[in-house]
């Protein structure tokens, strides 16, 4: 049984931890900068708190990497060296060059590596492409998404201020809006150019918005909307792709399966309920290790999660140079 | 170990819904189907990578840890009893029969031979509605006063609008399955139904039923009413519905059991429908179905239920015909 070893207990760890537990590995345990979270992790989820990166990769034949995005590097870069199958949260690097060094390392130790752009595993967003790839709706000609929602404060003072430092964080497009820029690749191919407006240099503090406009080398045109500018609670997503023969849509606000008001919520309530295994951070990491175990390419390749990278980038610089970026020859 | 499936006929349309979800279900073996249509069964075992059986002893010769019974209302009794004494696990299509003596003989059979019967309810699996099970369990909406509850659908046509093969119309096929789920949520039972049935209202020329409404009480005091009607036309954005809405002490709940779902439109003539995202109900059903059979657990939803549903069916057209609530003993 695969040993699964966790860099960074912070709160996206804990949703893996929670993943993890339903399937059939065995929980190594946990590392952190901080020792203290390492041990309420491991206590909480089981495994052991090491206070060593390299004890934890000792001990691990998968390693999780969990921790902030300025934090990936170090700890992909050593679990490849160690011939570690890895997992790391999107994005895999801040910046194009730390994906290309990672990428580079991966290929040169063949490790199978795995980025968790987990919105190719949303069952809403993974129906829709496959209605996209079925041709149902023609040859697709323009895509919109939005995905809006307060400014992340989960994990209180540290992160929030992580996130609020641009260097560290990349800030909403960084963030939030490359799961669009994956999303969008995954369903219309290469993206040719991007042109993005956005709050980057605005200085408005704790908060942060853009708006992408992407060309794909297919023709085809896409809009991205990405916000922590919206108010506080559920993240809501929009989703439409147009093709010549037809349309496909969704939007979060949706009326949803399940909706409730009791007295003592005293609010009204609202769920679209899922079946175990279509929960989507299971559902990624049950794919992970499926394509571990047989041999085969994961859904997201490095070169995804690298180009998802870069066409963020691209948009920041677009931004502030108020001029269409060309991502075949972007350098940073 | 793989589990060993076949399916036998392809009358219900539920058939290829199973068909797909048998094939995407990990460590299950489709052996083959059977059907009466020869070109049936061989296009369609054809399109799903299987055997398709030139009758259905040819089926259950081959060694099967499970069978699934899609055929007409009317005949399940006879595909039950024909598979009982060759295969440890059935699961029956919905309703269990069209007459009560039919499903109690079937639960006879399954009790002589020692065959495990389920009956498909998969509405049951509906995320939505496996939730609502568990915030009901959790008392969060206090004394539960009534269940509002609609499964409309539009009209199958073929043998469905043939007594003689279905037993009836939209209240036998569309009364089961909020019948099974109240029973479930609670279980309880319907201990009175009072019903207003209309004929041909959606359809010209038709000589069954295809509307209906219960007012039903449950022996927990419960009271609701169920549209069964197949009342939803052609081209309308969804082939029907399960929402139930309950009004409780503490708080109320609706429960929309097929959200979410994606606006899809397409097609020739171009026209707008509901494409329901996630893992359908009846691949819930069917998994179930394959882990009873690998762990020999009892089903989750019993030959007994099949018929308590059926009975609340049966008792509703009774209603319709005496114009009086029917009450149902329970003994």
């Keep these: 049984m695969h040993r699964v070893g966790i860099v960074g207990a912070g709160s996206i760890s804990r949703i893996h931890a929670a993943a993890w537990a339903r399937l059939p590995v065995k929980l190594a345990g946990w590392h952190d900068v901080v020792p203290e979270a390492a041990v309420a992790a491991a206590e909480r989820w089981g495994g052991r708190a090491f206070d060593s990166l390299e004890d934890l990769l000792a001990a691990s034949d998968i390693v999780d990497v969990c921790t902030n995005v300025t934090a990936h590097p170090e700890p992909v870069l050593a679990a490849a060296h160690a011939g570690k199958a890895i997992v790391c949260e999107k994005p895999l690097a801040r910046t194009v060059a730390q994906c290309e060094e990672i990428l580079a390392v991966c290929t040169e130790r063949q490790v199978p590596l795995f980025v968790a752009h987990v919105v190719r ?33 989960m994990g209180g003072g540290a992160a929030a201020r992580r996130y609020a430092d641009f260097e560290q964080s990349g800030g909403v497009i960084m963030d939030v809006g490359i799961h669009d820029i994956d999303f969008h690749r995954w369903c219309m191919g290469e993206v040719e150019r991007v042109f993005a407006r956005g709050l980057l240099e605005a200085g408005v503090p704790q908060c942060d918005h853009a708006l992408l406009v992407l060309r794909f080398e297919s ?17 809501r997503t929009h989703l439409e792709i147009a093709g010549d023969q037809g349309l496909v849509a969704w939007d979060s606000r949706d009326p949803a399966s399940l909706s409730w008001r009791t007295r003592a919520d005293d609010m009204p309530m609202a769920q679209n309920a899922l079946q175990e295994a279509d929960h989507p951070y299971f559902a990624e990491l049950a794919h992970f290790l499926d394509c571990l175990d047989k041999g085969r390419e994961f859904r997201v390749t490095p070169h995804d999660a690298l180009m998802a990278v870069k066409v963020s980038q691209a948009a920041l610089r677009s931004i502030r140079t108020g001029q269409p970026v060309a991502i075949a020859d972007f350098r940073e | 170990m793989a589990v060993r499936m076949g ?58 840890d499970g ?50 019967l389920q009956i498909a309810f ?32 539009f009209n199958p046509g073929r043998w469905f609008v043939d007594r003689e093969q279905s037993g009836g119309g939209a209240v036998i096929d569309h009364t089961v399955h909020v019948v099974d789920l109240l029973r479930w949520f609670w279980d309880t039972e319907v201990v009175e139904v009072y019903a207003e049935i209309g004929y041909s209202f959606f359809r010209p020329n038709l000589v069954i039923d295809d509307a209906g409404l219960l007012s039903f009480r449950l022996a927990n005091g419960v009271y609701g009413t169920l549209d069964t009607s197949w ?21 109320v709940l609706s429960v929309d059991a097929f959200r979410p779902h994606l606006d899809v439109t397409a097609g020739t003539p171009r026209r707008s429908h509901w494409l329901p995202w996630g893992r359908t109900p009846d691949h819930g059903l069917i998994d179930d179905f394959a882990d009873m059979i690998r762990t020999g657990r009892e089903p989750s939803i019993s030959g007994h239920d099949g018929l308590q549903a059926l009975r609340v069916a049966l008792a509703t057209y009774e209603s319709a015909q005496t114009g009086q609530p029917v009450a149902l003993d329970h003994g």
Excluded at chain 2, 27 to 33: N, P, S
């Design chain 2, 67 to 116: 069978v699934i019974v899609c055929s007409a209302n009317a005949r399940h009794r006879e595909h039950v009893e024909a598979a009982a004494s060759h295969t440890p696990h059935i699961l029956c299509e919905k309703p269990i029969a069209t007459s009560a003596a039919d499903g109690q003989a079937m639960l006879d059979i399954c009790r002589e031979t020692g065959t495990k």
């Design chain 1, 121 to 153: 595993f949303f069952p809403e967003f993974e129906a829709a492409r496959r209605t996209v790839q079925a041709g149902t709706i023609g040859k697709p000609g323009m895509i919109r998404t939005v995905r809006a929602g307060g400014f992340p404060r």
């Design chain 2, 7 to 64: 399916l036998c006929s392809l009358d219900h349309l539920h058939a290829m819904s199973y068909l797909a979800c048998l094939t995407e279900v990990l460590d299950i073996d489709l052996v083959g189907i059977w059907d009466e249509d020869k070109e049936l069964r061989e296009a369609t075992a054809q399109r799903f990578g299987t055997q398709a059986c030139a009758s259905l002893q040819d089926l259950l010769d081959r060694d099967l």
């Design chain 2, 122 to 153: 998969p509405v049951r699996f509906a995320p939505a509605v496996a939730e609502a099970k568990r915030m009901l369990d959790a008392n969060r909406l206090g004394r539960v006063y009534s269940a509002a509850c609609t499964n409309q659908g």
């Design chain 2, 231 to 251: 009342s939803r036309p052609e081209g309308h954005h969804s082939w029907g519905n399960v929402i139930l809405e309950l009004v409780g002490s503490e708080g």
């Design chain 1, 219 to 235: 023709g085809a045109i896409g809009h991205i909307e990405a916000s922590w500018a919206h108010t506080p609670g559920r993240t």
